[in-house]
């Protein structure tokens, strides 16, 4: 079929996207096509526009973080079927490899190829221009139609909606994991939270849900700050300094048990104060992305060291997709998780730019593209 989507075709210059017609294939063997309600605005996508992100191939159809209804299946499809309500998981999970039969799901070997260029078998699903098109994590949600493996689908209850289990896809379980998955968190920690953006805010509310006593939310923009309070943070900061402060007074000058990093990019400045509010023994999680090239950062390894401290980094939030995005959606059909208040903006697919230029400038919490029925 014949569609619009967002592709790049220059990555790591900054050129942006451009929305044009594309053709979607229908699906091979083990695959669907979804048509989605909606798809989230993420930063990892603008990591492959700035280069943070390096890709040696082009175009790419970018979007991973979306939900539809599944609209054909192909051969050998099982559990999966027509009119199925599907989250699409950016990465996806085989079930057979060593880390899935692990219990880290999130490190599925099929991961491995989510940059890679082309579908798990090595071919196209969409083209444009007379060329084959490669699509962010087999997904490429920046279009209204996806034709995309089966074991990068979830299934959730329909009385779902789809426009707000779209966020369910990538940020908000990598954010809600940090804290519940990887954090090892235990009732009644203090957790400071650095960043509360479209991850951190799941974490925010992961953290709440695990039990925090005092959970400092360390955010520069006002409203995120606002309503990370709303989402279960007791305390909120602007910069390090005062959380800092915070976390001396509510632990008699200990430390926090865990500090999780969900900035938007990891610069190499973040983890020295971040040791710092931490206490001995406790757990820095590191989730943000840095540039791929990064190398160095700024430690005071000694302390580190002699304090026994742990830095864990965290892909997808240490989550299970086929377990934890069920979870999250009825935790959300509950009222104990929030989505709705998480998209602050609404953008149709040809203001994509625009889209990404409010999440640079820290205007939304999470915008979402939403495609007509």
Same mark, same amino acid.
Not at 152 to 180: E, F, H, N
Not at 274 to 298: L, N, W
């Given at each position: 079929?014949?569609?619009?989507?967002?592709?790049?075709?220059?990555?790591?210059?900054?050129?942006?996207?451009?929305?044009?017609?594309?053709?979607?294939?229908?699906?091979?063997?083990?695959?669907?096509?979804?048509?989605?309600?909606?798809?989230?605005?993420?930063?990892?996508?603008?990591?492959?526009?700035?280069?943070?992100?390096?890709?040696?191939?082009?175009?790419?159809?970018?979007?991973?973080?979306?939900?539809?209804?599944?609209?054909?299946?192909?051969?050998?499809?099982?559990?999966?079927?027509?009119?199925?309500?599907?989250?699409?998981?950016?990465?996806?999970?085989?079930?057979?490899?060593?880390?899935?039969?692990?219990?880290?799901?999130?490190?599925?070997?099929?991961?491995?190829?989510?940059?890679?260029?082309?579908?798990?078998?090595?071919?196209?699903?969409?083209?444009?221009?007379?060329?084959?098109?490669?699509?962010?994590?087999?997904?490429? /949600?920046?279009?209204?139609?996806?034709? =995309?493996? $089966?074991? #990068?689908?979830?299934?959730?209850?329909? %009385? +779902?909606? &789809?426009?707000?289990?779209?966020?369910?896809?990538?940020?908000?379980?990598?954010?809600?994991?940090?804290?519940?998955?990887?954090?090892?968190?235990?009732?009644?920690?203090?957790?400071?939270?650095?960043?509360?953006?479209?991850?951190?805010?799941?974490?925010?509310?992961?953290?709440?849900?695990?039990?925090?006593?005092?959970?400092?939310?360390?955010?520069?923009?006002?409203?995120?700050?606002?309503?990370?309070?709303?989402?279960?943070?007791?305390?909120?900061?602007?910069?390090?300094?005062?959380?800092?402060?915070?976390?001396?007074?509510?632990?008699?000058?200990?430390?926090?048990?865990?500090?999780?990093?969900?900035?938007?990019?990891?610069?190499?400045?973040?983890?020295?104060?971040?040791?710092?509010? /931490?206490?001995?023994?406790?757990?820095? =999680?590191? $989730?943000? #992305?840095?540039?791929?090239?990064?190398? %160095? +950062?700024? &430690?005071?390894?000694?302390?580190?060291?002699?304090?026994?401290?742990?830095?864990?980094?965290?892909?997808?939030?240490?989550?299970?997709?086929?377990?934890?995005?069920?979870?999250?959606?009825?935790?959300?059909?509950?009222?104990?998780?929030?989505?709705?208040?998480?998209?602050?903006?609404?953008?149709?697919?040809?203001?994509?730019?625009?889209?990404?230029?409010?999440?640079?400038?820290?205007?939304?919490?999470?915008?979402?593209?939403?495609?007509?029925?």
């Amino acid at each position: 079929m014949k569609i619009q989507g967002a592709l790049l075709w220059e990555p790591g210059t900054k050129s942006g996207w451009t929305v044009e017609e594309i053709e979607l294939d229908p699906p091979k063997r083990g695959e669907a096509t979804v048509k989605l309600a909606a798809s989230g605005i993420c930063h990892s996508d603008d990591h492959l526009d700035t280069g943070d992100i390096p890709l040696d191939w082009a175009p790419v159809l970018g979007g991973h973080e979306g939900a539809g209804v599944v609209t054909e299946v192909g051969e050998g499809v099982e559990g999966i079927e027509v009119g199925d309500h599907v989250v699409l998981s950016f990465l996806p999970s085989c079930g057979k490899c060593p880390m899935c039969v692990s219990g880290r799901a999130n490190m599925c070997d099929l991961g491995a190829g989510v940059l890679a260029g082309t579908s798990p078998d090595g071919t196209h699903r969409i083209h444009a221009r007379g060329k084959g098109i490669g699509a962010m994590s087999y997904l490429g /949600t920046f279009a209204p139609y996806v034709t =995309v493996p $089966t074991n #990068a689908l979830v299934k959730i209850d329909k %009385d +779902i909606p &789809l426009k707000s289990a779209a966020l369910i896809g990538c940020g908000v379980p990598t954010g809600w994991g940090s804290s519940v998955r990887a954090a090892g968190m235990e009732l009644g920690d203090t957790v400071v939270v650095i960043g509360t953006g479209g991850v951190g805010m799941n974490a925010v509310q992961g953290a709440r849900q695990k039990g925090a006593k005092n959970l400092i939310a360390v955010e520069p923009v006002e409203f995120k700050r606002d309503l990370a309070k709303q989402l279960g943070a007791t305390h909120s900061a602007a910069d390090f300094a005062e959380a800092a402060e915070l976390v001396a007074g509510m632990t008699n000058g200990q430390g926090a048990d865990v500090v999780i990093i969900t900035v938007g990019v990891l610069t190499p400045e973040i983890l020295q104060p971040a040791q710092e509010m /931490t206490k001995r023994g406790g757990t820095i =999680v590191v $989730t943000s #992305a840095a540039p791929v090239t990064q190398r %160095d +950062i700024q &430690l005071d390894l000694y302390t580190f060291a002699m304090s026994g401290k742990r830095i864990q980094g965290t892909l997808y939030g240490t989550t299970n997709a086929q377990i934890d995005i069920p979870l999250i959606a009825d935790l959300y059909r509950r009222g104990e998780h929030k989505l709705d208040e998480l998209i602050t903006k609404e953008y149709k697919l040809e203001d994509i730019n625009t889209a990404f230029q409010d999440m640079r400038e820290g205007k939304n919490v999470r915008g979402v593209i939403v495609y007509e029925d």
